[in-house]
T-cell receptor, first 110, second 113 residues
Framework: KQEVTQIPAALSVPEGENLVLNCSFT??????LQWFRQDPGKGLTSLLL?????REQTSGRLNASLDKSSGRSTLYIAASQPGDSATYLC?????????FGEGTQLTVNP | DAGVIQSPRHEVTEMGQEVTLRCKPI?????LFWYRQTMMRGLELLIY????????DSGMPEDRFSAKMPNASFSTLKIQPSEPRDSAVYFC???????????FGPGTRLLVL
């Protein structure tokens, strides 16, 4: 059974700082890995999707990497802003399922 | 497209009552997913459909839960009878293929008293 773990569970940083969120998964037989953002009381918004054959994806200030063999992914956020405050969820597609991690709650302080 | 639409956004009911949650996926998406989110268990897949056919319902917690997709633009998740432990946020999501990005609705926040 696939298990996804995210570290840290919570992170508080000052505005402008670069930061890294970590995700690990137990079964490397995945189709893809996705990073989502969830704002309080809202649904999930897809940020980046990395196919299993890819190593990284970039969108604006966000960069996600994937090391399938070691079962790890990182989400790098450059020059963080207060508007980046949210919960970030990592999810992997394996078999026919999308399995989510518990999320990292990020707070960016002005 | 308006995105995935869910209704109601909030539902408060009493134990034993029937609850019906509704979802309209993005037009053209062949896959529809129902998830449940709680503090204790995080986000869990309950069931998903492909071309209106249920493919994997192994996440449905028990017989009190049922889901249908009568056509490509509408799905329901029903809980009968509801219990306090069913209190959670229920999300619907859709995608064009099984391995492409899933687009989530805003969720239905259910409270069973």
């Amino acid at each position: 059974k696939q298990e996804v773990t995210q570290i840290p569970a919570a992170l508080s940083v000052p505005e402008g700082e670069n930061l890294v969120l970590n995700c690990s998964f137990t079964d490397s037989a995945i189709y893809n890995l996705q990073w989502f953002r969830q704002d309080p009381g809202k649904g999930l918004t897809s940020l980046l999707l990395i196919q299993s054959s890819q190593r990284e994806q970039t969108s604006g200030r966000l960069n996600a990497s994937l090391d399938k063999s070691s079962g790890r992914s990182t989400l790098y956020i450059a020059a963080s802003q207060p508007g980046d405050s949210a919960t970030y969820l990592c999810a992997v597609t394996s078999g026919s399922r999308l399995t989510f991690g518990e999320g990292t709650q990020l707070t960016v302080n002005p | 497209d308006a995105g995935v639409i869910q209704s109601p956004r909030h539902e408060v009911t009493e134990m034993g009552q029937e609850v019906t949650l509704r979802c309209k996926p993005i037009s053209g998406h062949d896959y529809l997913f129902w998830y449940r989110q709680t503090m204790m268990r995080g986000l869990e897949l309950l069931i998903y459909f492909n071309n209106n056919v249920p493919i994997d319902d192994s996440g449905m917690p028990e017989d009190r839960f049922s889901a249908k997709m009568p056509n490509a633009s509408f799905s329901t998740l029903k809980i009968q009878p509801s219990e306090p432990r069913d209190s959670a946020v229920y999300f619907c999501a859709s995608s064009s293929t099984l391995t492409e990005t899933q687009y989530f609705g805003p969720g239905t926040r259910l409270l069973v008293l």
